[in-house]
């Protein structure tokens, strides 16, 4: 399974609450130059996952409409299992069931982090994206320990 773990775009200071922050104009930008870049790997995804929140589900809209352009027609399914403090391990299972080859994650800090960390056995913290960075993870099974990292880009500040 190809897993891409995309970290949404900048966001807006907190004006109500953490839940609807928007991107920015930045945020927008990088997360197109971010998806624009890995072009050439995306057009694998089958399917698109995000986290409930506004900037993770306006990341995963730009993701879709870029891969549209190519031909890639795809939805957005939202989960609860990938917002800041979710835990990796729960989102296994369903990884597991889905019975995709490869999946596109739109989500935040510190859980993009902590499911490459779980993903390819590194020490908790040792992965951190900055906002619009993607990885991409391989591996037979998603689990703990399971996966290699194949590359992670950060778009520059």
Not at 44 to 58: D, G, N, T
Not at 100 to 128: I, K
Not at 145 to 157: F, Q, S, T, Y
Request: hydrophobic share 45%; with cysteine; charged share 20%.
């Amino acid at each position: 399974m190809k897993i891409f773990v995309l970290r949404h775009g900048q966001a807006e200071a907190q004006q109500t609450t953490d839940e609807a922050r928007n991107l920015t104009p930045k945020g927008r930008a990088d997360v197109a130059v971010s998806v624009q870049y890995s072009l050439s790997d995306l057009n694998q995804v089958q399917e698109i996952w995000a986290s409930p929140l506004v900037r993770a589900q306006q990341t995963a809209l730009i993701a879709r409409d870029i891969l549209a352009a190519q031909g890639v027609e795809l939805a957005i399914k939202t989960t609860d299992l990938i917002t800041p403090e979710s835990n990796p391990a729960d989102l296994f299972d369903l990884l597991q069931a889905s019975n995709l080859n490869s999946v596109l994650l739109a989500s935040h800090m510190p859980f993009v982090g902590d499911l490459l960390d779980v993903l390819c056995g590194s020490a908790r913290g040792y992965h951190s994206l900055n906002t619009s960075s993607m990885a991409l993870v391989e591996c037979d099974t998603p689990a703990k320990n399971c996966g290699d990292l194949r590359w992670l880009r950060h778009v520059n500040a």
